[in-house]
């Protein structure tokens, strides 16, 4: 299976952010990463779909946008309109989680779940038939810049076994505190994309810079 590398633009420079995409798109990312923060599913507060929006024409590849937000569902339309090719929504933010991926998927967006690392796997077995992608958090969600939880590990081989016994047709994406060691435990678990806010921007803004970046990470 491919590797893909998605950057967080969390730790992008935000007065630069066009550019920034540019840079890690020609730098070989495969998909953006978006983090929407409300302030009160988690403890901070980024962006909106204003800038979904603004940010779409600067790059071809997928916008993977990571909902970190309390009831998900008033905004989900608003989020793929803007542009949002992947949305993914946490399954303890929502009642209705059926719902909410089905509405995703109707309206031409490819459906995520994603769970806290205190949440275990088996609340979002149930939904395993309805997404395109689940997100595994290796830290806990609302800022970049974070540690890897190795005890997380274990959600990336047991989704990797779930989908090889049949339950589900789904990518595996891990979140946070991905660097050059922590990405190869997760590409050896299973992991078919990996998220990295600092471990990309670090360094130099320049296209060299942010490859050398990916590179790491990819190898
Ligand atoms: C954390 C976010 C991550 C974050 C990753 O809540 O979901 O996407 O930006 O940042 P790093 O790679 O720096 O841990
Ligand atoms: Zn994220």
Known sequence: MKKMIAPSILSADFARLGEEIQMVTMAGADWIHVDVMDGHFVPNLTIGMGVV??????????????????????????????????????????????????????????????LRPKTSIEDIQPYLNLVDLVLVMTVEPGFGGQSFMHDQVDKIRQLNTFRKQGLGNFLIEVDGGVDSKTATICWESGADVLVAGSAVFKGEKSIENYKINIEVLKS
Not at 81 to 98: C, I, K, P, R
């Open 53 to 114: 929006k603004s940010i779409k024409p600067a790059s071809k590849i997928p916008l993977d946008v990571h909902l970190m937000i309390e009831k998900p569902e008033k905004y989900i339309r608003e989020f793929i309109s803007a542009g949002s090719d992947y949305l993914t929504l946490h399954v303890e933010s929502t009642q209705n989680m059926t719902e909410n991926l089905k509405l995703i998927r109707e309206l031409g967006c490819k459906a995520g779940i994603t």
